[in-house]
């Protein structure tokens, strides 16, 4: 077990985690980016309510079209029995009339009653609050919910994807990621690899390149942009002539810095688009550096699906760009 507490702004989080071999838990169930929201059947105010489901279904990010962060269904306390429990992700919301140190505790289980599962529980006092859910609070349970589905799918990788794929992308580039099974070389050239898993509607691609950039610092913003458009047009061809992938600059280019395992990175969300051809989707990428030489190391992921929703496309491939540098 392990257990971990903060205060932030009136807000009090508690983190454990227990699992038992002495008491297996079945399997849980819900497909990815599902939540199930468990609350009162009484005393839940309607601008709570409205609240936590506008916090759980806003805009993911980087995405051509809008789609929620997740697909929520609720229940009552009184509905949480058969299947209900085996949900992957669960959000209990408990109401207390009585004062507490903040006005919202956050706790959260692992496994509690099926395995893999988070088990979130947030008691909200309704003595000192309004009513609505604090960006802080609603950035914390998306943040909660995105890392351990992205740990479940890395784990399930591990566990069966593609072992020998992710042993030549090792060989060939010096970055151990965690494949999904599906994937071949569409291309290989020096610094570059390209991993593609082609369906009869979706194409999803996997670029793995380095560069050199002087300096300590990871590259700027405009410089990643500038590389990854110069090697999708060297390498990166569309089906008709003179066609290549490249950054659409209709769309806002998402950056930020995140830790993945050890290594700091540059994160980069934005759309594609192929020139001089009508292909076009969502990317992701991580930019970071191994050591403290001027070898720079991207990983990229790229969903063509026109026919269908591209967020779960997105969070299998970040899940891809997460393993980078794990066991």
């Known amino acids: 077990m392990y257990r971990f507490a903060a205060i932030l702004s009136g807000i009090t989080f508690f983190i454990s985690s227990c699992t038992s071999d002495k008491n297996p838990k079945p399997l849980s ?74 006005a919202l505790i956050l706790t959260a289980q692992r496994n509690v009653f099926a395995n893999p599962q988070l088990v979130l529980r947030l008691k909200i006092s309704t003595k000192n609050t309004d009513g609505t859910l604090p960006d ?35 060989s060939k580039s010096g970055i151990r990621i965690h494949l999904p099974g599906g994937f071949s070389l569409a291309l290989e ?38 590389v990854r458009d110069s090697v999708g047009k060297k390498y990166v061809l569309g089906p ?39 292909m076009g989707g969502p990317f992701f990428s991580a930019t970071f550096k191994k050591d403290s030489s001027d070898q720079v190391y991207c990983i990229e992921g790229f969903v063509y699906a026109p026919k269908f929703e591209k967020r779960d496309y997105i969070k299998q491939l970040e899940a891809v760009l997460y393993s980078a540098g794990s066991d």
């Open 189 to 226: 050239k020096e610094n570059f690899l390209w991993l593609r898993k082609e369906t009869e509607n979706t194409s999803t691609g996997i670029l793995v390149y380095s560069y050199k950039i002087s300096g300590g610092d990871l590259p700027s913003p405009n410089t990643i942009i500038q």
């Open 29 to 102: 169930i819900g497909r990815i980016s599902e939540i199930a929201v468990i609350v009162p059947e009484s005393g839940a105010s309607i601008s709570l309510i409205k609240s936590l489901n506008g916090c759980l279904t806003s805009e993911y990010p980087g995405l051509p079209q809008a789609e929620p962060q997740f697909n929520v269904s609720t229940f009552s306390n009184a509905a949480f029995s058969g299947l209900v429990p085996l949900h992957k992700n669960i959000l209990f919301i408990e109401l207390s009339s009585k004062e507490q140190n903040a």
């Open 240 to 278: 008709s002539p003179n066609s290549f992938m490249i950054t659409d600059s209709n769309y806002p280019v998402i950056q930020y810095h995140d830790q993945m395992n050890e290594y700091r990175a540059v994160i980069t969300r934005c759309l594609w688009k192929t020139e001089n051809d009508f």
């Open 136 to 170: 802080s609070i609603c950035h914390t349970l998306i943040q909660y919910f995105n890392r351990e589905e992205r740990n479940r799918l890395i784990e399930s990788y591990r566990k069966s994807g593609d072992k020998a794929l992710s042993e030549m992308v090792f």
